[in-house]
């Protein structure tokens, strides 16, 4: 059984930057990603960022491309969502997740991670 657990959501201002954080116990193995997923109030499940772990490497959003960056701690089994220039349009409550995507082209597809975190909620205020 994996366990996913966030940190690192708060509020910041418009420009700002917070890092994400989420760790993943119980081993998981084999091609799994770890991705980022984020949620409006009102609006879908959207994909943001994530990283596969044997080999592709990284996958954004065409939204955060260039202003958030994924990263990873292999050894602890966690990844990191660095989020710099953030805008109001950010808010959200983000969710990582562990899954094992097939192909590169489902990474950004929620219906490919099994395990998912309890989401951490992160408000930019304009």
């Known amino acids: 059984q994996v366990q996913v657990v966030e940190s690192g959501g708060g509020l910041v201002q418009a420009g700002g930057s917070l890092r994400l954080s989420c760790a993943a116990s119980?081993?998981?193995?084999?091609?799994?990603?770890m991705g980022w997923f984020r949620q409006a109030r009102g609006e879908e499940r959207q994909f943001v960022a994530a990283?596969?772990?044997?080999?592709?490497?990284?996958f954004y959003a065409d939204s955060v491309k260039g202003r958030f960056t994924i990263s990873r701690d292999e050894a602890r089994n966690t990844v990191f969502l660095q989020m710099n220039n953030l805008k109001p349009d950010d808010t959200a409550v983000y969710s990582c997740?562990?899954?094992?995507?097939?192909?590169?082209?489902?990474?950004?597809?929620?219906?490919?991670?099994?395990?998912w975190g309890q989401g951490t909620q992160v408000i930019v205020s304009s």
């Open positions: 997740a562990v899954g094992w995507p097939p192909g590169p082209l489902r990474v950004s597809s929620a219906s490919e991670y099994s395990y």
């Open positions: 119980g081993r998981p193995s084999g091609e799994y990603a």
């Open positions: 990283y596969r772990w044997r080999g592709d490497g990284t």
